[in-house]
């Protein structure tokens, strides 16, 4: 298989570092040689010029490719270098944009007729996973799975929990309404057997339906609450798509500290107060009642700044923080530091893009920002070696786990005696490492 990515920014950098890894035939265009000297160790493949170029397509070899994904931060750019690709033979194409209205499905099938066949928008998807997080804020992370027929919760559990120390197999012997498909403990992500235990500091991750939420809750020796007012450090793109989604009854404020971005964002956020300062400013903080907040969203460009913000803000008794973390390298030092919500958009945008590069019938892969794991909801066919035996029998890799399915619409957790028949959507939970491993199951 063959990719071709256009544009050696943050999303396609690191899109280009994973793809090397797989083993994929990867080319990367940017018009910048110094952007693409730093991937000079990877096995890949760089040309220097302008994607919108014929030459140049055509010099990365755009007729051969499965996939070209145009990441560049000119959403004209890309939108353009996905029609000539797409007019040269490339397979598919992908688009970043960062105009929510392309998105509309009226809007669609234009685009797919122009050659333009999927779009992105990595702070809408960052927005979404925000909003998520404020629906259930005692969780670290919450996924809907087909449609919220199955959940994915990753939790912290602390010295409270009465999960603590028991092993999973007798953890589970008559509660059978939920799995836990992974366990963050450190730095390692650990795909837990029957014999392991959760230890107090781990972020396990539970599989369940919505109607035993309570139960993991209380297992978990979390408290309920809403979130009713919010202040947001930066009027970043981000924030601004978190605000718009914002559910109604919600006081928010936005602290921002360039003053003709804050009139920007007067005229564009209807929802929210705009204020000019510094969210790094205490005093202001405080004026801002900052004690009486239930969730602090720190959502600049800057991850230093944000995960100290964050910090500030638990000093305060702020019970939900959220930080937008793109530098990679920071991800576990904010973990370590108990600030809370990881969102990172980098990921958030290659587990998006990664489901166009799998043969199987993927409906849809989330990645675990603070655990290098994913999910993925697959479709088993009548010819796919996953339906032939039960569970147990299959012969699956350690580094992955099956967290769920979807039968008839009517969802159902998993264990060793099950046996999946085709067209069940089959909710698998692993390692970053793994997810390809299990497409041969699937195929």
């Known amino acids: 298989m063959k990719v071709i990515i256009a544009g050696a920014g943050e999303v396609g950098i690191y899109l280009a570092k994973l793809l090397s890894k797989e083993r994929l035939g990867t080319v990367l265009i940017d018009s910048n040689p110094e952007a693409l000297n730093e ?12 994607p919108t170029s014929l030459n140049v397509l055509k010099d990365a070899g755009i007729k051969d490719a499965h996939l070209f994904i ?6 004209a750019q890309n939108i353009t270098a996905c029609m000539l690709a797409s007019n040269l033979g490339a397979k598919k194409t992908l688009a970043r944009i960062d105009n929510y209205e392309y998105l509309l499905p009226e809007n669609l099938s234009f685009f797919e007729n122009l050659g333009v066949h999927s779009l992105i928008y990595p702070e809408m998807l960052a927005a979404e996973e925000v909003l998520s997080s404020l629906r259930k804020p005692w969780m670290r992370q919450w996924h809907e799975l087909y449609g919220g027929k199955l959940i994915l919760a990753g939790i912290k559990v602390r010295e409270n929990a009465s999960i603590l120390n028991i092993p999973l197999y007798e953890l589970t012997r008559d509660r059978s309404f939920f799995h836990i498909v992974g366990i963050k403990r450190y730095s390692a992500t650990i795909i837990p057997r029957g014999e392991d235990a959760v230890k107090s500091g781990d972020i396990v991750f539970f599989t369940t339906t919505p109607e035993y939420l309570s139960e993991i809750r209380d297992m978990t020796g979390k408290d309920d609450y809403e979130v009713k007012n919010v202040i947001i450090m930066g009027g970043s ?31 564009r956020v209807n929802n929210a107060m705009i204020i000019h300062g510094d969210s790094r400013d205490t005093d202001l903080l405080k004026e801002e009642g900052i004690r009486n907040v239930d969730a602090f969203l720190a959502l600049t460009g800057n991850s230093e700044a944000n995960i100290l913000a964050c910090m500030a803000a638990k000093r305060y008794e702020v019970r939900k923080t959220i930080a937008e973390v793109e530098n990679i390298d920071y991800i576990s030092m904010a973990e370590k530091l108990d600030i809370g919500t990881v969102i990172n958009k980098k990921l958030i945008s290659a587990s998006h893009i990664y489901k166009y590069l799998l043969e199987a019938d993927v409906s849809n892969i989330k990645t675990m920002t603070v655990a290098n794991a994913e999910v993925a909801e697959l479709v088993a066919s009548k010819e796919s070696k996953i339906t032939r035996n039960p ?24 264990n060793g005696n099950t046996k999946i028949r085709p067209g069940d959507h089959v909710i698998i939970f692993c390692r970053d490492t793994a997810i390809r491993k299990i497409e041969k199951y699937f195929r």
């Open 39 to 50: 991937l000079a160790d990877f096995d890949l493949l760089t040309v220097t010029g302008s």
């Open 70 to 75: 145009a990441v560049t931060p000119e959403e």
């Open 391 to 414: 569970v147990k029998d299959l012969g699956l890799p350690k580094d992955l786990t099956i967290g769920g399915l979807i039968r008839d619409g009517e969802a159902m957790i998993v």
């Open 237 to 267: 793109r981000i924030a601004v798509r978190t605000c718009l989604g914002m559910p109604d009854g919600i006081n928010v404020k936005i602290i921002e500290k360039n003053k003709e971005r804050c009139y920007w964002l007067t005229e």
